[in-house]
């Protein structure tokens, strides 16, 4: 039934920052953008071993969300899961839970984002297991 990930999508009131400040993060430019009355509405990346898609919507055209960060959440696959999480911080996210290391070979952290959304980062073994055998 569920084939794969398609887009992730964050919410943000001020959508050309928050494309900014992704492009900052991800070292890529959106290459994705529509407009709405003459403002940002929606924006796109394509990113990572996938070319997984990060949409950043207009919080205005989004259904309610919950007042505090939360609910599901994406982990993004890294290399260091340590560095990506302090870079992350560096750039202006707040911690939301420090790297823990949920098994062998399975690291997580996460951040909210300077626009309110919950950012996950993690080491997966099995992420680079796949990855390796495709490659192959």
Known sequence: MLRGLTTITYLADDVAAARDWYAEVLGTEAYFNRDANGALAYTEFRIGDYQHELGIMDRRFAPPQPAEPGGAFAYWAVDDVRAAHQRLLDLGAVDH???????????????VDPFGNVLGVMENAHYAEVLASLRA
């Open 97 to 111: 839970a420090p790297p823990l290391e949920r098994g062998p070979g399975f690291v997580t952290a996460s951040v």
